[in-house]
């Protein structure tokens, strides 16, 4: 089975500062895939960055850098020069790719909740 | 492209009633998932649709039942409603592949009173 756990449930970050938000994962697949969504609070879940368990560079999409480090079983979201925009519930989530009958199910760890200060 | 669209967006129903809400997947995806999200439980999967076929399922009772149309538009129903029920209820497309991202619908939120 496969298990999600962000252990930072909330955090403050300072305007235009960096921040790395926490994901640890445990699963015995060898093929599997990490996603970040964004939750702000209208409650639609925004899709920010995928690392798959294969790819050897650590993904990149914008201001959004994943920090994955394979045999720590960790995959951290880095979140540069933080705006305003960004306050809302950040979920780390994790899929199955090893056969097609695994599907799309996302297997989310609890979230981290970040508020931007000005 | 136009996004995933989940219609109701509100939802206030009382015990014991059934309810049926919808998912209009992004043009193009054939797949399509639903999850329930609670304060107290989370984000937890409760099955997706592929080609109008359950491919997985979640651990929920059997009160809660979806089904896929050919234009992949999806709905899922819940049978006698209990409290417990209320929560934030999210669907997510995608074309179905390996790896794919899965897009979600801004939710369905049901009160059940």
């Known amino acids: 089975a496969q298990k999600i756990t962000q252990t930072q449930p909330g955090m403050f970050v300072q305007e235009k500062e960096a921040v790395t938000l926490d994901c640890t994962y445990d699963t015995s697949d060898q093929s599997y895939g990490l996603f970040w969504y964004k939750q702000p609070s209208s409650g639609e879940m925004i899709f920010l960055i995928y690392?798959?368990?294969?790819?050897?560079q650590n993904a990149t999409e914008g201001r959004y850098s994943l920090n994955f480090q394979k045999a720590r079983k960790s995959a951290n979201l880095v979140i540069s020069a933080s705006q305003l925009g960004d306050s809302a519930m950040y979920f780390c989530?994790?899929?199955?790719?090893?056969?097609?009958?695994?599907?799309?199910?996302?297997?989310f760890g609890g979230g981290t909740r970040v508020l931007v200060k000005p | 492209k136009a996004g995933v669209t989940q219609t109701p967006r509100y939802l206030i129903k009382t015990r014991g009633q059934q309810v049926t809400l919808s998912c209009s997947p992004i043009?193009?995806?054939?797949?399509v998932s639903w999850y329930q999200q609670t304060p107290g439980q989370g984000l937890q999967f409760l099955f997706e649709y592929f080609s109008e076929t359950q491919r997985n399922k979640g651990n929920f009772p059997g009160r809660f039942s979806g089904r896929q149309f050919s234009n992949s538009r999806s709905e899922m129903n819940v049978s006698t409603l209990e409290l417990g029920d209320s929560a934030l209820y999210l669907c997510?497309?995608?074309?179905?592949?390996?790896?794919?991202?899965?897009?979600f619908g801004p939710g369905t939120r049901l009160t059940v009173l």
């Open positions: 997510a497309s995608s074309s179905g592949g390996a790896g794919d991202k899965q897009f």
């Open positions: 043009s193009g995806h054939r797949s």
């Open positions: 690392q798959g368990s294969y790819d050897e």
């Open positions: 989530a994790m899929r199955d790719l090893r056969t097609k009958a695994a599907g799309n199910k996302l297997t």
